[in-house]
């Protein structure tokens, strides 16, 4: 079975209780069998002669899993001569030899089916790779990643909390969490603002027969937290902003020359996320969606898509991706999957959104049938640090909830006509994308996003003052600075600030003070000598100002 964690896991009831070291003997083991390139032999047989077979091994819940899914006959599968028999429907490989590149990573505790009343068996999870290469890149990729994982980084560095007090999956960011998220959305305004969106800002629920109008009632009740009632009216928490962004659409009559309207919103949205997915930042019931809901004429999308493009390349080469990723979903030759709107509005869409990519020379990957009903769209990826890929914003196009909610404009014809609605977020969730980030950087922020910039470290009690007021001029030039005025030695002062990943640290000991220079140790460079505070405060001015790395 997979795990998506992991890779597979087999669950066992062992004689004794198995430990992690338990783990490489029976890798040994595996490869030792992998090596005989014993053939597994598979056999279809009548239900009541699986159940004898395996009555006979004595193995009772593997009965019951018989007596549930098996209805006539199933396959068994057999290595000759030996004690393996399993019923699986397969496929299996044809024979052991196929295992080339395998390893057993962790056990736990797992009920039959879940419950807790029912026996306990112990799961050996386990990965498996087609080469060794291929297995070492992963084992490799996967220790880099436990050393950057995002929940650890975010206790050492006091950037965010998660506390079962007030819920698991609701993220209490903390203040030095803030100021990175602060300069986040500071970047993100800036953009929006060059770019003619407007800014809006909307509620958090809404009446229940808004969600009904939306259709989320319908498809999307599941993920929803369920009605409150206020004087008798039934209101729900949100699960996505569009609905509130058409409100105001709605709220003026349009014509074709209002077009386009670019309504953005850091809008936070509630989902009733099971308690098993929730997982740190990545996961979670509460979180801010950089969204912004763009109503536009049929001849406008592509010039609208294009410049949503252009933003997210922008905005991910600031953070220093370079490797994004763009994927266009379009509607699947052949099947019809009670696709919404009209054909030539389709055609038209799909035409206007490639055309965009074209013009920002943008190399994609064309996925045919993976649309949603309600639109083509083009979704943005992006590869970290250590190779890992992740699937971030999206730009839709949705011809539903202009239907749904009978959106116009008044057009040049002087008719009514029905706008396209364009869905786009780039992050997606703020809370998500600041764990990619903290695992991106290994929590050592560039200097524009550090929460501390810099550290100012006197050697001895005796250049405090001149410590203070090194600090004071930083902060009057408007950089984030924190001065360790404590008695400790140098040393730890420097491993204090090192461990916290501030990108500059400012050593001040009696020849500073003499010569009035600062000695500067960047966070990975180490020592790169003394100079003037004027001469520091402009070299990492500039760095501020140019977002640089
Ligand atoms: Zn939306």
Not at 33 to 42: D, E, I, S, T, W
Request: charged residues 30%.
């Amino acid at each position: 079975m997979d795990d998506p964690r992991y890779g597979f896991f087999y669950d066992v009831i062992a004689p004794r209780n198995l430990t992690d070291e338990d783990l490489p003997v029976i890798e040994k083991k595996m490869k030792a069998l992998a090596k005989q390139n014993l053939p597994y032999r598979r056999e279809d047989i009548e239900k009541a002669k699986i159940l004898d077979l395996f009555k006979e091994r004595d193995e009772p819940l593997k009965c019951e899993l018989i007596d549930e899914k098996v209805d006539g006959t199933a396959s068994v599968y057999y290595i000759d001569n030996s004690p393996f028999i399993d019923f699986c429907l397969g496929p299996h490989v044809p024979h052991t030899g196929k295992l080339k590149a395998f390893r057993l990573l962790a056990l736990s505790g797992a009920y039959w089916k879940g419950d807790a009343e029912r026996p306990q068996m112990q799961r050996i999870y386990g990965t498996a790779f087609a080469t060794q290469e291929e297995l070492d890149a992963w084992v490799k990729q996967r220790e880099e990643a436990e050393k950057r994982d995002h929940r650890k980084l975010g206790r050492q560095l006091d950037l965010f909390s998660i506390d079962d007090d007030y819920g698991q999956g609701l993220i209490l960011w903390h203040p030095k969490g803030g100021i990175i998220r602060n300069e986040m959305e500071r970047l993100l305004r800036e953009e929006l603002e060059k770019r003619g969106y407007s800014f809006v800002y909307t509620p958090h629920i809404a009446k229940r027969q808004l969600w009904f109008t939306s259709g989320h009632e319908g498809n999307y009740a599941d993920s929803m937290y369920a009605p409150t009632s206020i004087e008798e009216e039934e209101y729900r928490l949100k699960p996505m902003n569009c609905p509130f962004h058409i409100g105001i659409y709605k709220s003026s009559p349009r014509s074709y020359r209002d077009l386009p309207q670019r309504y953005s919103e850091m809008g936070t949205v509630y989902r009733a996320e099971l308690s098993g997915t929730l997982h740190g930042l990545m996961r979670v019931r509460g979180f801010s969606v950089d969204d912004a809901h763009l109503f536009v004429r049929p001849d406008q999308v592509s010039t609208e898509v294009s410049d949503c493009l252009d933003f997210a390349i922008k905005v991910f080469e600031t953070y220093g991706f370079e490797k994004v990723k763009f994927e266009l979903s379009v509607r699947g030759a052949a099947e019809n999957k009670g696709y919404l709107g009209a054909d030539e509005d389709w055609a038209s869409a799909e035409e206007q959104l490639a055309l965009a990519l074209k013009e920002r020379n943008i190399v994609y990957e064309r996925i045919e049938g993976e649309a949603a009903f309600y639109g083509p769209k083009i979704d943005i990826k992006i590869e970290d640090a250590i190779g890992r890929v992740w699937q971030l914003g999206t730009i839709q196009l949705d011809f539903n909830l202009p239907e749904r909610f009978e959106l116009e404009y008044t057009g040049e014809d002087n008719q009514k006509h029905r706008p396209f609605m364009i869905h786009r977020a780039l992050f997606g969730s703020i809370e998500r994308f600041f764990g990619v980030l903290i695992e991106h950087y290994a929590g050592a922020f560039p200097l524009w996003l550090a929460p501390v910039q810099v550290a100012v470290l006197p050697i001895a009690d005796r250049i405090n003052d001149y410590a203070a007021s090194v600090t004071t001029e930083l902060k009057e030039a408007g950089f984030r600075v924190e001065a360790n005025l404590k008695s400790d030695k140098i040393g730890a002062k420097i491993r204090d600030a090192q461990l916290q990943k501030v990108p500059y640290m400012l050593v001040l000991g009696d020849k500073e003070l003499e010569e009035q220079k600062v000695a500067v140790r960047e966070r990975k460079q180490g020592d790169i000598g003394a100079m003037p505070l004027d001469e520091f405060k402009e070299m990492i001015g500039q760095q501020k100002q140019l977002r640089s790395l």
